[in-house]
């Protein structure tokens, strides 16, 4: 991965997106009879009742441990298609867990009325006795199933999600005196279909990311916009007369399971969740007018320069290429490598080794762009000024470049749409 300090930004927030869904299928649909899937479902509304939890662990969460008794082994095959991991189990169908990301916390990937085949493994002892003797998911209403964990460590079964919000899965620990940690949680929700409304892919159409059924919507920074969506179940029906929480809001569906989401976008560059598994991303228009480059929304306060140099060449306006990565990233602290021209070579680099670069005499940009959860070389040829130690480049060929790792359209008057993402 190249170590590229102006963009640290874009990676991290990359790394959460791409990351997710990562060795998962999911089947086509069923149709709106509801065939598909033969065997009878466990639908979590009959579960068991929930019961009292087990007596309070450590901070380890694991518990009190002689020193003669067995300790875990590490996982040197897989069950049920996985290894156990810092959950303490694994999932290797539905439902998704994902550590350590902002952007993807609780989003499970399953939907309202899906029935999935729950599989996973928990780890084991040197003795080979499973840590666990049954995993457990407790549904919204506070219902509980369970899965029993065989002496292999597997569990599975089959079961129908059939309410919206917030689930828990956990581990019932197969010694007495012992219990895991709190359980985990993940959310099922609705499909949320984006109608007569902007998306990432609409305004940015060359997206290289891949959002494994992610719904991205789009908005200007600042704007105050109303979003049309309709939500439907695993089957397509629709989510009709119900309350729902997006974007801060309670919103109801009309009958067809379509409501209008109020959102005020931050005025800023921003990935905003604003339901399970519906995402804004903001973007601005930027231009130069009277000489001065308008609409690039500054990250930081405090560092880089308060305004990006602009030169015209032959009638045509250019941008301070460093300038505008200053300004519009925030992300270069004082004292390390930024973006700097090569005064012998003529090529500007964007940072440390391996970073981009662009050689102002041959006009070619080198650098990396993000495919599936790597990065693969990429070149792009563009026309470059230098003139007083600085490079300048046109709207049109510094939207080509930023769009090879973030989002950037040249349009037809010379201007651009542009954005790049934070994590909130």
């Known amino acids: 991965m190249p170590d590229i300090a102006w963009r640290r930004t874009v990676l991290a927030a990359l790394s959460a997106l791409v990351l997710a869904g990562c060795g998962v299928q999911r089947g086509p649909a069923p149709d709106a009879s509801g065939s598909g899937r033969n065997r009878a479902p466990v639908t979590v509304r009959h579960a068991a009742p929930v019961t009292a939890g087990a007596p309070a662990s450590d901070s380890s969460g694991l518990g009190p441990a002689a020193a003669s008794e067995p300790t875990l082994a590490p996982s040197t095959h897989p069950v049920n298609g996985c290894r156990p991991d ?7 169908t539905l439902p998704q867990f994902y550590c350590c990301s902002a952007a993807y916390t609780g989003w499970s990937h399953v939907y309202v009325d899906e029935t999935v085949d729950v599989r996973g493994s928990v780890p084991l002892f040197t003795n080979g006795q499973p840590d666990a003797s ?3 998911i407790v549904t ?3 219902m509980r199933i369970v899965l029993p964990v065989d002496k292999a460590g597997g569990f599975s079964r089959r079961i129908r999600f059939s309410e919206q919000g917030r689930y828990a899965m956990g581990l019932v620990p197969s010694r007495k005196g012992y219990q895991w940690g709190m359980p985990v949680p993940f959310y099922v929700a609705y499909r949320a279909v984006p109608e007569t409304t902007e998306t990432l892919r609409s305004v940015f159409p060359l997206s290289r990311v891949s959002w494994q059924g992610i719904k991205v919507l789009a908005a200007p920074v600042g704007s105050d916009e109303t979003f049309g969506v309709r939500f439907v179940d695993w089957y397509g029906h629709p989510a009709a007369n119900v309350t729902l929480q997006v974007a801060g809001h309670a919103v109801t569906t009309d009958s067809e399971g379509y409501a209008d989401i109020p959102y005020l976008s ?6 905003d969740g604003i339901y399970t598994g519906l995402f804004v991303q903001t973007y601005s228009h930027i231009e130069v007018q009277d000489g001065q480059l308008t609409g690039l929304v500054r990250l930081s306060p405090t560092l880089g320069p308060k305004t990006v140099r602009v030169i015209t060449v032959h009638g045509t306006p250019m941008v301070d290429v460093a300038d505008f990565f200053d300004y519009g990233f925030g992300e270069q602290a004082p004292g390390t490598p930024g973006i ?4 012998k070579t003529g090529v500007l ?5 391996n970073a981009p670069t662009l050689d102002t005499r041959t006009g070619v940009y ?3 762009a993000p495919a599936g959860i790597r990065y693969q070389p990429v070149t792009v040829g563009v026309h470059t000024v230098v003139q007083g130690g600085q490079v300048y480049l046109t709207l049109g060929n510094l939207a080509q470049i930023l ?4 989002w950037a359209t040249a349009e037809p008057d010379g201007s651009m749409l542009f954005s790049t993402f934070t994590v909130p």
Do not use: E, I, K
């Not at 810092?86 to 290797?92: A, D, K, N, P, T």
């Not at 700097?340 to 005064?343: I, K």
């Not at 680099?349 to 080794?353: K, L, P």
């Open 366 to 368: 080198r650098g990396w």
């Open 266 to 271: 931050p005025a800023q560059y921003m990935l």
């Open 134 to 136: 049954a995993v457990f």
């Open 86 to 92: 810092v959950f303490g189990f694994c999932v290797s």
């Open 340 to 343: 700097s021209l090569d005064a």
């Open 140 to 142: 919204p209403s506070r």
């Open 403 to 406: 769009d090879t790792y973030a």
């Open 349 to 353: 680099h964007f940072g440390n080794r």
